[in-house]
């Protein structure tokens, strides 16, 4: 029984992973993206980046999920999107807005005499960027988004609300068949998966001690 469980709750963690992975693949470089809006010099730009984020950050992922998938169809008469694309979407928008304000942070607290030395030595806004502030940013930023990923890896769990099979959707089946035993053993999966996350943003910590 043991070896079923455990088949059948990899099968669910592999749409987790998929979740996960995709998510970040898409929100870390719109978050930079919006970060950028929420900073520009244009007020109209800046005040539209401002406010999604404030919508997204302020209302909860489950209802956005909500939204996402049947909203196309009941407000317009769209086709529903896929379940799984819609997940993809939600959280793709949800941790863009997380990530934007955590780049901003980081970026907004490299000292403006850095930006001032760079151009005293007639580099460019680009290179400034690149070779002076994006890796300050990046050490500033590492326990922040090490909390994101985390807390990413949990609220995959979310998507179950519009029938997406992860990993708990998976232990939960094995209630019907009089065992509870399976839905804490997918805790277990949840702690290797961050126990795994924390042991690399540790590590990446370290290589970035030189900032010291």
């Given at each position: 029984?043991?070896?079923?469980?455990?088949?059948?709750?990899?099968?669910?963690l592999?749409?987790?992973?998929?979740?996960f992975?995709?998510?970040?693949?898409?929100a870390?470089?719109?978050?930079?993206?919006?970060?950028?809006?929420?900073?520009?010099?244009?007020?109209?730009?800046?005040?539209?980046?401002?406010t999604?984020?404030?919508?997204?950050?302020?209302?909860?992922l489950?209802?956005?999920?909500l939204?996402?998938?049947?909203g196309?169809g009941?407000?317009?008469?769209?086709?529903?999107?896929?379940?799984?694309?819609?997940?993809?979407?939600?959280?793709?928008?949800?941790?863009?807005?997380?990530?934007?304000e955590?780049?901003?942070?980081?970026?907004?607290?490299?000292?403006?005499?850095q930006?001032?030395?760079g151009?005293?030595?007639?580099?460019?806004?680009?290179?400034?960027f690149?070779?002076?502030?994006?890796?300050?940013?990046?050490?500033?930023?590492?326990?922040?988004?090490?909390?994101?990923f985390?807390?990413?890896?949990?609220?995959?769990?979310?998507?179950?609300?519009?029938?997406?099979y992860?990993?708990?959707?998976?232990?939960?089946?094995?209630?019907?068949?009089?065992?509870?035993w399976?839905?804490?053993?997918?805790?277990?999966?949840?702690?290797v998966?961050?126990?795994?996350?924390?042991?690399?943003?540790?590590?990446?910590?370290?290589?970035?001690?030189?900032?010291k």
């Open positions: 029984m043991l070896t079923t469980v455990t088949l059948t709750l990899l099968e669910g592999l749409t987790t992973l998929e979740l992975a995709l998510t970040l693949l898409l870390l470089p719109l978050g930079l993206v919006i970060s950028f809006g929420s900073m520009s010099t244009f007020a109209p730009l800046r005040y539209l980046m401002k999604i984020v404030w919508v997204i950050r302020g209302t909860p489950m209802i956005q999920i939204i996402i998938f049947y196309p009941l407000l317009f008469g769209l086709p529903l999107l896929p379940r799984f694309t819609a997940a993809l979407v939600s959280f793709a928008i949800n941790y863009a807005c997380y990530f934007s955590i780049y901003r942070g980081g970026i907004q607290s490299v000292p403006q005499g930006y001032e030395a151009q005293v030595l007639g580099m460019t806004r680009s290179q400034i690149f070779r002076i502030t994006l890796l300050q940013v990046i050490k500033r930023i590492v326990p922040p988004m090490s909390n994101e985390i807390t990413l890896v949990k609220d995959t769990a979310l998507v179950r609300v519009i029938s997406v992860e990993i708990i959707w998976m232990g939960e089946t094995f209630i019907k068949k009089g065992m509870i399976p839905l804490f053993y997918t805790a277990v999966f949840y702690l998966v961050n126990g795994i996350l924390t042991l690399l943003f540790g590590w990446v910590e370290q290589k970035l001690d030189y900032f």
